[in-house]
């Protein structure tokens, strides 16, 4: 009975230790699942710009491919998030961005596509066939709680999913919750909350599946993690039942 008793023991702590499979993998579709097909593009929705953005602008002509005009930087140079920075233009909080030789030119409200084109009708009269780029240097997103590094992530391109947003934060831990994460998202004076199920192929249909600008991921822990079952010393308890069945055999064996 006793070793039946400490055989118990050992084992319920190494269940209550382990997190099952199933609540770490994401996207779980059945491997039999016929192939899952989505166009992203009908859930991709293009990001305006908005007052006090940061942009990066490049100008060029077919002429000097190799040479943005206004940022005076070089194609071939690598592009690093603080060089663009320096090479960014502001928009101020009427909509416009001041650019050399054209002046100010409106960009609220626009894709960056449109005030790319925007940027370029007003180069007409200046400049042969010109080239223009446009893309955000401030957007960033926030992912908080069970991920290993936690923080606020800086991005230049356009869209971002949520898988590669939580990639930046390092991923979620094995205490981490898949099935209820946590969006928040500003939207002018009001504040939305939404909860995503990263373990189903749904969330690829998703609206939510890509982040917008100032977004705030939070990824809850499991009961598992909030009952305090990842501090507790199993190295320690293990190794004291596994002594203390070793001494009642051994005291056993004595007799």
């Not at 069970?146 to 831990?173: C, M, N, P, W």
Request: with cysteine.
């Amino acid at each position: 009975m006793i070793n039946r008793f400490f055989l118990f023991i050992l084992l319920s702590v190494l269940l209550y230790s382990c997190v099952p499979q199933r609540k770490i993998v994401y996207v779980q579709s059945p491997k039999d699942t016929p192939e899952f097909n989505h166009n992203w593009s009908s859930n991709k929705k293009s990001i305006k710009i908005d007052a006090f953005d940061l942009l990066h602008i490049k100008i060029n002509t077919i002429d000097q491919p190799e040479y943005n005009f206004f940022g005076q930087e070089n194609t071939n140079a690598s592009v690093t998030e603080q060089s663009l920075s320096i090479t960014s233009y502001s928009v101020d909080e009427s909509g416009y961005v001041s650019l050399p030789i054209i002046g100010k030119v409106k960009v609220k409200d626009l894709t960056l596509e449109e005030a790319a084109t925007a940027i370029k009708d007003a180069l007409k009269n200046i400049m042969n066939n010109p080239i223009v780029s446009v893309r955000f240097v401030n957007n960033s997103i926030t992912i908080l709680g069970e991920v290993l590094r936690a923080g606020t992530y800086a991005y230049t391109t356009e869209q971002i999913s949520i898988f590669k947003a939580i990639g930046l934060a390092g991923d979620i831990t094995e205490y981490g919750n898949r099935k209820n994460v946590v969006l928040i998202r500003e939207n002018g004076k009001q504040i939305h909350k939404y909860y995503l199920d990263l373990t189903k192929d749904d969330l690829f249909k998703s609206e939510y599946y890509f982040l917008q600008p100032n977004d705030v991921v939070y990824i809850e822990p499991l009961k598992l993690r909030r009952y305090g079952m990842k501090e507790i010393p199993y190295a320690l308890i293990i190794s004291a039942i596994n002594a203390a069945f070793v001494a009642l055999v051994y005291f056993q064996l004595g007799r």
